[in-house]
């Protein structure tokens, strides 16, 4: 069975108040990193998951009236040296040499940087392309999808994960039940988590001499809230796809952390997991 080595870095961050995220939390503002993570397999290659903000974003937040509000509910600091495609060169890989790119959901600050990546096929769930393709002006924000984003030549290198490909996992996924092994040799496995978007998906990564991890993208976006079970306040549910999925995907990462708590879970906006496996702070 192939294994990887995962490196988790960031493309700069957002602000919200606290409260947004876990209820009943403070007001005052809190940055959010924009994570993402280069998955080196020892066959294919660099293969990225989620590539954070990069120039697209920043230019549809200057120029586009939907960028311009999207902008505004999260303020977003990020440079070119903190894109996707810098940080990956600044390790030693070429963004031309990435293979592949793993996208969670279509959010804004996930496939901004898809256009830096242009060898790059681009995985995804069907459903997740399904509730945003097509959509402009308030309809496309309303689901925070900005389609300028969207490289040219998406279709040529879409591959939608769809139905057929899903199969029965193993106990050690429990309590996940189906997924899909993404390179057939169980090093990538996407499993559905959606709720925050449709078609959302996490990724359980097995390492090489480290315990699995799992990527859970925005399906909760502090480790507190799957250990703890803590939903996001009342004005965040709005701009959720179905508040009842989001309850439900969160519930089975908290399962799935209490009966395999040596997995690592990675929310990409989690500023604890950020501060232990970005900037390598030692924490309580
Ligand atoms: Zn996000």
Not at 3 to 17: K, Q, S
Not at 19 to 38: E, W
Not at 189 to 200: E, I, M, S
Request: one cysteine or more.
């Amino acid at each position: 069975m192939s294994e990887c080595r995962l490196t988790l870095l960031d493309t700069g961050y957002c602000v919200h108040p606290e409260h947004v995220v876990l209820r009943n939390r403070r007001l005052k503002p809190m940055r959010f990193p924009a994570m993402f993570a280069v998955i080196e397999h020892p066959e294919r290659g660099p293969i990225l998951f989620d590539t954070g903000y990069a120039q697209p974003y920043l230019d549809a937040a200057s120029s586009t009236w939907t960028g311009r509000i999207y902008n505004a509910v999260t303020p977003v600091t990020s440079s070119p040296p903190e894109f996707a495609a810098a940080k990956c060169r600044a390790m030693g890989v070429d963004p031309a040499d990435v293979s592949l790119v793993i996208a969670s959901h279509f959010h804004a600050d996930h496939v901004a940087g898809l256009c830096d990546f242009p060898r790059a096929e681009i995985m995804f769930l069907e459903s997740a392309w399904k509730r945003v393709a097509g959509l402009k002006g308030l309809r496309a924000l309303r689901q925070g999808f900005l389609p300028s984003l969207i490289p040219s030549d998406f279709q040529e290198r879409a591959c939608p994960i769809e139905g057929e490909a899903w199969s029965a996992l193993g106990s050690e996924f429990g309590p996940f039940q189906r997924g899909v092994d993404l390179l057939g040799d169980g090093s990538l496995v996407a499993v559905a988590l959606p709720g925050h978007a449709a078609g959302q998906l996490g990724l359980f990564v097995r390492r090489r001499d480290q315990p699995d991890a799992f990527l859970v993208a925005d399906a909760c976006w502090t480790a507190r809230s799957f250990k703890e079970g803590i939903m996001p306040s009342r004005i965040t549910r709005l701009l959720f796809d179905d508040m009842d999925a989001y309850r439900f995907s969160l519930g089975l990462i908290g399962a799935f952390h209490k009966l395999h708590p040596d997995v690592e879970v990675i929310p990409s906006h989690c500023g604890e997991t950020h501060r232990r496996l970005v900037l390598g702070e030692a924490l309580p």
